[in-house]
């Protein structure tokens, strides 16, 4: 199993991004995705999550401005972030509770991370 993040790059203050994130291999089924972020010399926070159903959860930081999504079908996840701050610079990861193979069975995987620089 695989989580494969992409969309980073360099953005002006007050445009938008949108980062993706595809898992694959042998999955049977996947539970809470998120994106986590983790800025230089600060441990890593929670950025939002969504579950299998559609419930979304957002740090204080970003809510308003970045939006969470899932495709269940394709295994693929997304993060809309609009509006966005020189304080949203960081390496984004995605994360991901996966039963490969076999029901209930639930591991927690991580992407590779992928960089958002935000200037002012």
């Known amino acids: 199993v695989q989580l494969q993040a992409s969309g980073g790059g360099l953005v002006q203050a007050g445009g938008s991004l949108r980062l993706s994130c595809v898992a694959s291999?042998?999955?049977?089924?996947?539970?809470?995705m998120g994106w986590y972020r983790q800025a230089p010399g600060k441990q890593r926070e929670l950025v939002a999550t969504?579950?299998?159903?559609?419930?979304?959860n957002y740090a204080a930081s970003v809510k308003g401005r970045f939006i969470i999504s899932r495709d269940n079908a394709k295994n693929t996840m997304w993060l809309r972030m609009n509006s966005l701050k020189p304080e949203d610079t960081a390496v984004y990861y995605c994360?991901?509770?996966?039963?490969?193979?076999?029901?209930?069975?639930?591991?927690?995987?991580w992407g590779q991370g992928t960089q958002v620089t935000v200037s002012s």
């Open positions: 994360n991901a509770e996966i039963s490969p193979y076999v029901p209930n069975m639930y591991v927690d995987y």
């Open positions: 969504v579950t299998g159903d559609g419930s979304t």
């Open positions: 291999g042998n999955i049977f089924s996947i539970k809470t």
